[in-house]
C-alpha cells in the first residue's frame, strides 16, 4: 500500500512559478507510475502529467506542455511538479496518484489506486 501527501501549493501571480511535492510512505513505491491530476471547481478531474516507474519516460498534458515538468526521485520516495508560466486557468486542486496503469492508462483516474488529499494552487491574473 502507498500513501501520498502532497505539498508546495499556493497564491501566485500569472507567470510565476511553484514546485508541487509528493511524498510517498511504502516500500513499493518505485513499482509504481506516477502522476498528477488537477481538479477545478465544478469539473472533472484532468490529467496533468504522469512519470514511469523508473523516470525515464514522462506524459504531459498539452495544456501545460512545454510549462510543466514531472520528475520523481525514487531513492527518496518524492515525486514532483514544477509549474512555469502560470496560468489562471491552472487554478485547481493539484492530486497526486500512484498506479500501474494497466493497459497503458496513465492519463485516466481510472489508471491510479492511490491518490493524495490534494494542494490548491491559485493563480491571479
Known amino acids: 500500500q502507498v500513501q501520498l501527501v502532497e505539498s508546495g501549493g499556493g497564491v501566485m501571480q500569472a507567470g510565476g512559478s511553484l514546485r508541487l511535492s509528493c511524498a510517498a510512505t511504502?516500500?513499493?513505491?518505485?513499482?509504481?507510475?506516477m502522476g498528477w491530476f488537477r481538479q477545478a471547481p465544478g469539473k472533472e478531474r484532468e490529467f496533468v502529467a504522469a512519470i514511469t516507474r523508473n523516470g525515464k519516460i514522462t506524459y504531459h498534458a498539452d495544456s501545460v506542455k512545454g510549462r510543466f515538468t514531472i520528475s520523481r526521485d525514487n531513492a527518496k520516495n518524492m515525486v514532483d511538479l514544477q509549474l512555469n508560466s502560470l496560468e489562471p486557468e491552472d487554478t485547481a486542486v493539484y492530486y497526486c496518484?500512484?498506479?500501474?496503469?494497466?493497459?497503458?492508462?496513465?492519463?485516466?483516474?481510472?489508471?491510479?489506486?492511490?491518490w493524495g488529499q490534494g494542494t490548491q494552487v491559485t493563480v491571479s491574473s
Open positions: 511504502g516500500r513499493a513505491f518505485s513499482t509504481y507510475g
Open positions: 496518484g500512484a498506479g500501474r496503469w494497466y493497459s497503458g492508462t496513465y492519463y485516466s483516474v481510472d489508471g491510479y489506486d492511490y
